[in-house]
């Protein structure tokens, strides 16, 4: 019997000519305009573009979530669970402290061809998760505008596609605009997050919003009780942000404690309307979805879309869709001027915060980091 190809073997075979070469421009891209930030994660992802059957794990996963990041989670689980040998000293999280240098392609070889099962098994079963409470920092004004525009009722959230559900710990954590605190002011164990306002125009300043429901919902929620399903969240973040790693780690405390209900739901737009008959008299119904239509095929996204806005209309919620630059709800007014800490290129690639409102249609309010670092408010 021949041996198993190597995963480190150029002339290996794996996918078709040209789904190799739209795997490695993936990678090379998400390392241009994605993972900038993380100098691990760069070197990863033009080290792993040269080698095919380490891209052919991605064959495993369902389509939409053939991408560079499911990819580079399954190997950072597999550190942060003990388990990446000499790797390890390249990752931060796993108190590494190597920088990328010329040993970083050996030791991912010698990785690669012991964990390849596991890997495999990882993108075969395992989705990466949207769960960053940083985008809390723009949600939380956010949802200070919706209040306003619908009369200052209370609010019922509904997170689709919430994960672990962090983003339902909006209210309980601390955030600073600038000069400007907002959140879980008083409470100084909350996590506090950093956005920099771009242009130094911080959010409007606005009453908090009040939240007197709130539910997530997921085809597969991660149970912050166990171990292995928090690991994974962990392993979705980029190893080199120990402050991130760190925040994670506090909001999942919160909303364990609390005991927000994360509801598994096969079809989650099904489950929109049943929630909404569900909910007290008085109440201001909110769909939220932050990363998710990301992972749509285009006709399913197209059916989502006039779904949410049918739904819009009907049953007088509101929609706050926060997605890559992609997908753009409405018109949307140019973006501001770059300043020193956010370049054209980053302004380009960001998260866009639409809010569709019964009557008005859509209207882009934000702008930001899809980690929610930075942000550019509309008005």
Request: charged share 20%.
């Amino acid at each position: 019997m021949n041996p198993s190809p190597s995963l480190t073997d150029p002339t290996a075979p794996g996918a078709d000519p040209m789904t190799l070469q739209r795997r490695r421009d993936q990678f090379e891209r998400f390392a241009r305009t994605e993972c900038g930030d993380d100098p691990l994660y760069v070197v990863l992802c033009r080290l792993l573009a040269e080698r095919p059957a380490a891209l052919a794990l991605l064959d495993a996963a369902p389509r939409t979530q053939q991408r560079p990041n499911l990819l580079l989670a399954a190997i950072h689980e597999r550190v942060l669970a003990g388990a990446g040998g000499r790797l390890a000293a390249w990752f931060p999280s796993a108190q590494g402290d190597r920088p990328p240098d010329g040993a970083l392609a050996a030791a991912l070889d010698e990785f690669l061809q012991r964990e390849a099962p596991t890997l495999a098994a990882h993108c075969a079963t395992r989705a990466t998760q949207t769960n960053e409470a940083g985008r809390c920092a723009v949600l939380w004004p956010a949802l200070a505008q919706l209040a306003r525009a619908t009369g200052g009722r209370p609010l019922a959230l509904l997170d689709f596609g919430c994960s672990a559900g962090l983003n339902l710990g909006v209210d309980r954590y601390r955030y600073r605009h600038g000069t400007a605190p907002w959140g879980a002011v008083d409470d100084p164990a909350a996590p506090l997050i950093d956005c920099h306002p771009v242009g130094g125009i911080e959010p409007p300043a606005l009453p908090p919003a009040c939240i007197a429901e709130r539910i997530g919902i997921d085809p597969a929620p991660v149970d912050l009780h166990d171990a292995d399903a928090t690991r994974w969240l962990q392993a979705c973040l980029w190893p080199h942000d120990r402050r991130r790693r760190e925040r994670f780690d506090a909001a999942a405390a919160i909303v364990r404690a609390a005991g927000w209900p994360v509801r598994r739901e096969a079809d989650c737009f099904a489950a929109i309307e049943p929630w909404l008959d569900a909910l007290p008299a008085g109440v201001q119904p909110v769909v939220f979805n932050s990363w998710v239509l990301a992972y749509f095929e285009p006709a399913a996204l197209q059916r989502h879309v006039a779904a949410m806005r049918e739904l819009v209309q009907r049953r007088r919620i509101a929609w706050l869709s926060a997605e890559g630059p992609g997908l753009a709800l409405g018109d949307a007014p140019p973006p501001p001027p770059a300043d020193a800490l956010v370049s054209d290129a980053e302004l380009a690639n960001a998260s866009s915060w639409w809010l569709t409102l019964p009557d008005t249609g859509p209207r882009l309010v934000a702008r930001s980091h899809p980690h929610g670092r930075w942000a550019a408010w509309t008005g």
